[in-house]
């Protein structure tokens, strides 16, 4: 039997830093999976951090544009966001809770700030949706924060289960392999002591992790550590059986990881398909008033 121990852990491929910049109406982000990255981290499209509190850096949100061909998963630690959606969808987002938006043949959704004060602070994650369901039927779920199931893996380590399972524990969102080949994994890891933290990947899923409080260490074999700095991506190689961390207390990382859809990617803007003529039917969708209805 393989344990813990004896499993081969992932090393470090590469570090990045988040870049920053202004989407919707001027809201502050840092762009930390950008374009160049989505072949290497298939079947993610995009990974932003937003964390302010000014309210000049958010008060504008995100009016009215649309999506097409993927899923946007909202992950608010700190903050109040109102969403609303063509399809009819509305819900409140706020305070460790998730938005998981399956934008499908397309939506139209404005995605608010609901606070004239205060932190706001989270991600957004771009999931790719296989060629087969790019063009599905939209779909929408408010997952709030206490519906997020939380483990204790080890001494000194809180984990939240958004999607995958993590030791045993099922995440809000788990769906089967067969129906979501992506099958995603998205943990938020909290170490509230000096502690480590192991778990399995399966060596062909594309996986990475991000620090947003702190700095982790991703213990190879051997016993070396490479470091991944605040605000830093940490791009996993595609080898070995699992991925081990070790972090002083406040430490706090995504762990990121997918099964790679290996399609070709065609993106403009809030469209991700196939072909680029795939994209200029999403483009004449929107401008007459087909897309999101
Ligand atoms: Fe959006």
Redesign the pocket.
């Known amino acids: 039997m393989t344990t813990a121990a004896t499993r081969l852990n992932r090393r470090l491929e590469k570090t990045v830093l988040g870049r920053a910049t202004r989407d919707?109406d001027g809201v502050k982000l840092t762009r930390v999976l950008t374009s160049d990255l989505q072949q290497r981290l298939d079947p993610f499209l995009m990974l932003d951090q937003f964390g302010s509190d000014d309210p000049k850096d958010y008060g504008g949100g995100?009016p009215d544009?649309?999506?097409r061909g993927f899923e946007?998963v909202?992950y608010m630690i700190a903050g109040r966001m109102r969403h609303k959606d063509s399809a009819g969808h509305e819900g409140l987002l706020q305070n460790g809770g998730v938005q998981w938006?399956t934008?499908g043949r397309g939506?139209i959704?404005?995605?608010m700030p609901e606070q004239e004060a205060g932190v706001m602070e989270g991600f957004?994650l771009w999931l790719n949706l296989p060629a087969r369901d790019k063009m599905c039927a939209p779909g929408y779920r408010d997952i709030q924060s206490e519906d997020i199931p939380e483990v204790r893996p080890s001494p000194g380590v809180q984990v939240r289960v958004i999607s995958g399972v993590c030791h045993g524990t099922a995440g809000a969102v788990h769906r089967p392999a067969d129906a979501f080949p992506t099958d995603p994994l998205y943990l938020d890891i909290h170490f509230e002591q000096d502690a480590e933290f192991v778990h399995p990947l399966a060596a062909d899923f594309n996986a990475f992790v991000y620090t947003y409080r702190g700095q982790v260490k991703i213990v190879e074999n051997m016993g070396t550590l490479a470091t991944v700095d605040l605000h830093h991506m940490g791009v996993l190689r595609n080898e070995g059986e699992q991925v081990h961390m070790q972090a002083r207390a406040g430490t706090r990382v995504l762990l990121i990881a997918g099964r790679p859809l290996r399609q070709p990617i065609a993106q403009y803007g809030?469209f991700v398909m196939n072909t680029r003529a795939e994209l200029m039917q999403a483009v004449e969708d929107f401008n007459t008033g087909r897309l999101g209805t």
């Open positions: 919707g995100f544009h649309p999506h946007t909202t938006m934008a939506v959704h404005s995605e957004q809030p």
